[in-house]
C-alpha cells in the first residue's frame, strides 16, 4: 500500500514563496505519474501540478504557470512543489496523488485521477 505524508505547509504573506514535499512510502516512486492537488474552503478539489513518471513531462494549471515548479527526485521517493510569487487565492490543503492507472499528467490533474492520496497541509497566503 502506497503512503505519501506531505509538509512544508504554512503561512506566508503574499509574494512570498513556499517549497512542498511529498515522501511517499510503501513502494518505489518511479511506477507512479505524480500530482499535487489544493482545495480551498467552499471549493472543489483542483488539480495544480502533475509530473510524468521520470519527470520528462509536467502540466500546470494556468494560475500557478511560470510561479510554480514540480519536481520529483525517485532516487529518494520524494515529490516537491516550488511555489513562488504566492498570491492569496493560493490558500488551500494542497494535497500530493500518485497514479498507477493514467499516464497523462494532464489528464490526471483536469481528471483528479489518482490512485493514491496524502492527507493534506495547509498553505495561507495573507498579509
Known amino acids: 500500500q502506497l503512503q505519501l505524508v506531505e509538509s512544508g505547509g504554512g503561512l506566508v504573506q503574499p509574494g512570498g514563496s513556499l517549497r512542498l514535499s511529498c515522501v511517499v512510502s510503501g513502494s518505489s516512486l518511479d511506477s507512479y505519474v505524480m500530482g499535487w492537488f489544493r482545495q480551498a474552503p467552499g471549493k472543489e478539489r483542483e488539480g495544480v501540478s502533475c509530473?510524468?513518471?521520470?519527470?520528462?513531462?509536467?502540466y500546470y494549471r494556468d494560475s500557478v504557470k511560470g510561479r510554480f515548479t514540480v519536481a520529483r527526485d525517485d532516487g529518494k521517493n520524494t515529490m516537491y512543489l516550488q511555489m513562488n510569487s504566492l498570491k492569496p487565492e493560493d490558500t488551500g490543503v494542497y494535497y500530493c496523488?500518485?497514479?498507477?492507472?493514467?499516464?497523462?499528467?494532464?489528464?490526471?490533474?483536469?481528471?483528479?485521477?489518482?490512485?493514491?492520496w496524502g492527507q493534506g497541509t495547509q498553505v495561507t497566503v495573507s498579509s
Open positions: 496523488a500518485a497514479s498507477r492507472t493514467t499516464f497523462n499528467t494532464q489528464r490526471m490533474c483536469a481528471n483528479i485521477d489518482a490512485n493514491y
Open positions: 509530473i510524468s513518471r521520470g519527470g520528462g513531462v509536467t
